[in-house]
């Protein structure tokens, strides 16, 4: 694969399910070498099943998906929205499950393992059971899992919605470092303007469904990301600038609300004249 080459090419790509609900449309998308791709877009706009057909874990209803590496579609790592542990086995055990799947025995993926434990932080809690880590370690084992087959392309599949602001903060910024270290190329799903500028190198905004690529921005950051960086008014303006694109692509005004600890929000419309302001009904 020569420099500048896409590591893979959607082109018009769309995605029907025997529903009938056509989740994608169309949709062309080159992932460059080595960035960390945000990929921002409302609920339902087709952003999980664009990741499952990157992995091949489904296939296009019609268009194409190009791989300029094949040992890169061949190296791929997952992290889904929940991390999928297996309660009865210990952290060690859940990282090493793909190597074992892969028929390599315990004794040759012990230094693999320990290796992917690690690189997420986790020394000291190999023989921990899931039910003895809080979530955001639990996720941290997911990602060990993914890095233990040593990726070229890592899909992450909103993997921390579900975690509070201070853990979220943290393995943003861990996976931002990571992803440096180690010369990966991501591909970030995430319904957050926030996120998707802290961590991006590039964010592309996806249309409600079906999906189509909207708008792309690039943006411009220290790298690794720093928590400064969450107050610098680079950041903000590329938050401001990224929720403009989602508004646009939405096709209704969006007020971004940003927080002094740098939630966000998306403001309602004010009522009109009136309206109550969540009266309930008489």
Known sequence: MTAGTPVVSLREVSKA????????????????????LSLLGPSGCGKSTLLRLIAGLTEPSSGSIAWADTAAQNRLGFVFQEPTLMPW??????VRLPLMLAGMSRGESGRRVGEAITHVGLEGFERAYPRELSGGMRMRVSLARALVLRPRVLLMDEPFASLD???RFRLESDLADLHRRQGLTVVFVTHSVFESVYLGTRVVVLSPRPGRVAASRRIEGPAPRVEAFRTST???EACRDVSALLAAAMERPLTLALSPSGGEGIEPPLPREGEGRGEGRR
Do not use: C, F
């Open 17 to 36: 399910y025997p529903s009938g609900t056509l989740a994608l449309d169309r949709l062309s998308l080159d992932v460059e070498p080595g960035e960390l």
């Open 89 to 94: 086995a210990r952290v060690e055990d859940n």
């Open 165 to 167: 602001e201070i853990t």
């Open 234 to 236: 680079a950041y903000l």
